[in-house]
């Protein structure tokens, strides 16, 4: 049996190289559950999450780190967020039949779009790609090479149960040794899609490099979190303005937003708004005639 929902950290000791498996379950399942996706797009939102995951594992911050495929295909938008926490929530946006594992057909072209947005304020990083047709690993390897010009392998598999990864780097700031680098990914490419979803992340460090001095970290979990909330909510009913939310009601007689990440309903009527403008100081509300 494998251990839950985790990842597992390791660096090569006598080599530039860190490594790190990802093995998704109830994360994975808690962000199917929301929505009915047909089967191929449940294995590229767990290849993704799988992907965001280890990406957000590889740099060390306060923050989130977004990733997202656009196109113009049956597949039009996947969004994926991790957090420093190792947080997960996702989504994405189809129409019509999706029968095809292609990236190409499944978005009709398009690019990935990898943005890291550290907490408090500080200025966001954003990389794109195009995202190509030769599967969502071989895009996150060329978002490194292009916007960090670190070399990467990454593996991935998603069956709607597991989503699993294994991500192989070459460690920033170290000198280049492409003989251990070319040797270790050849390992590390013999890997299988059936151990990746069924073998514990340990056994499969030790399949694959048995022979190599390795230091193995404390295994970080993983979990479904959404971060929508009444507070965010308010926050954007505050930014439209006190005319503007009560042209809404007027109109629709309340306001009602769902969380698309984990289908939460939010509601406000016209007590509510009241109370909302009332305790903030920013804005003037008229006084209520009797």
Not at 36 to 60: C, F, H, N, R, W
Not at 254 to 273: A, G, L
């Amino acid at each position: 049996m494998h251990s839950g929902d985790i990842i597992q950290r390791f660096i090569f000791e006598h080599h530039p190289i860190r490594g790190q498996i990802v093995r998704l379950n109830a994360t994975y399942q808690a962000v199917l559950k929301r929505h009915d996706y047909p089967e191929p797009v449940q294995v590229l939102l767990g290849e993704a999450m799988a992907s965001a995951a280890l990406l957000s594992a590889t740099i060390k911050f306060d923050g989130s780190l977004i990733l997202q495929a656009q196109g113009k295909g049956p597949i039009n938008m996947l969004v994926v967020e991790s957090t420093s926490q190792r947080h997960l929530r996702g989504l994405v946006h189809w129409s019509g039949d999706v029968d095809s594992d292609r990236l190409d057909a499944m978005f009709g072209g398009g690019n990935l779009v990898i943005t890291i947005n550290p907490a408090g304020g500080k200025e966001r990083y954003q990389g794109i790609v195009e995202l190509g047709d030769q599967g969502f690993a071989d895009a996150v390897e060329r978002y490194f090479l292009r916007s960090e010009q670190l070399p990467t392998q990454l593996w991935l598999a998603a069956d709607g149960t597991e989503a699993c990864g294994l991500l192989l780097q070459h460690m920033p700031g170290q000198a280049a040794d492409t003989d251990s680098w070319n040797r270790i990914t050849t390992l590390g490419a013999t890997v299988t899609p059936q151990e990746l979803l069924s073998l514990p992340a340990q056994e499969i460090v030790h399949r694959l490099f048995h022979e190599e001095d390795l230091r193995l970290f404390t295994p970080e979990p993983t979990s479904f979190r959404c971060s929508c909330s009444i507070e965010s909510i308010e926050s954007v009913l505050r930014m439209l303005g006190y005319d503007e939310v009560k042209a809404i009601l007027r109109e629709e007689g309340k306001i009602s937003v769902n969380c698309e990440f984990c289908n939460q309903h939010y509601e406000f009527d016209e007590v509510d708004t009241e109370q909302l403008f009332a305790a903030s100081s920013t804005f003037h509300v008229p006084p209520t005639r009797h």
